[in-house]
Nanobody, 114 residues
């Protein structure tokens, strides 16, 4: 089992920044990749960013250049730095970890206001 605790969401004005964190515990050695999805009201969940155990990263095309995923192996934590936030970035952001199974964090609300 892998447990994920996400944090760092909140309310920010358009153009501002937020950093999300996702701390993993449990069978962390089994994790191949971690990252975030997000789900806006009335929309399907979509991939935001992924980072593999080797450090390779992948982003949704629309977010490249504004969002950066990174990790701190010593803390078993992955971070998502979100800059130049837009109204359409408003969503619940879900941290996930992929091993032989996909584990999900509890979700954290990000609200971007005008």
């Amino acid at each position: 089992q892998v447990q994920l605790v996400g944090s760092g969401g909140g309310l920010v004005q358009a153009g501002g920044s937020l950093r999300l964190s996702c701390a993993a515990s449990g069978r962390i050695f089994s994790i191949n990749a971690m990252g975030w999805y997000r789900q806006a009201p009335g929309k399907q969940r979509e991939l935001v960013a992924t980072i593999t155990s080797r450090g390779s990263t992948n982003y949704a095309d629309s977010l490249k250049g504004r969002f950066t995923i990174s990790r701190d192996n010593a803390k078993n934590t992955v971070y998502l730095q979100m800059n130049s936030l837009k109204l359409e970035d408003t969503a619940v952001y879900y941290c996930y970890a992929e091993s032989s199974y996909v584990y999900w964090g509890q979700g954290t609300q990000v609200t971007v206001s005008s």
